[in-house]
């Protein structure tokens, strides 16, 4: 069975080969624009089956399609991607000495059968000096990445604690998406062992 991958991310790229599949990547082109005030869950979950349901007119019926977004979420204010490097500097500004939620939707689709369910990680920030804002922001690595860092680079450097599935804070809930590839037939660890 085809599989795809409904992102350009690497690092989503990056845990799917980890865990054995053998994929293909459409990167979809949708309106993330939401109406009225959605919680997190319902952020990630609805842009996460936008994504699927995009790259599934552009495949093959029988293929297989995972999507995924991923929030920051500090006080219940969400934290995207930064438009430059001063926002940058305000989202990391906020996070330092904090606790905040990571949260991924997932969603897999086959033969118009969607599943979608979210993660959520807590992730708690050291004090950051300025100056070491600056120099992290000055690495480029948080020009792509939502809340402005990325745990699995130099942003490893902030984070003093982690609750839940490091790779949620990734992009990519591995063990979720595990579960819900279960219930499409798909067993990963037997697939490994063949």
Known sequence: MD????????????????????????????????????????????????????VERQADGEALIVAADTVVALEGTVLGKPEDEREAFAMLSALSGNRHYVYTGITVLRDGRAVTQHEVTTVTFRELEPDEISSYIATGEPMDKAGAYGIQGLGALLVSGIEGDYFNVMGLPVYRLGRILAGFGMDLLALAAR
Do not use: T, W, Y
């Not at 799917?16 to 990630?44: R, T």
């Open 3 to 54: 599989i795809i991958l409904a992102s350009q991310s690497p690092r989503r790229k990056e845990l799917m080969g980890q865990i054995g599949l053998k994929f293909k990547v459409i990167s979809p082109n949708v309106d993330e624009h939401m109406e009225g005030n959605p919680s997190p869950a319902q952020l990630v979950e609805e842009l996460s089956l936008r994504k699927a349901r995009a």
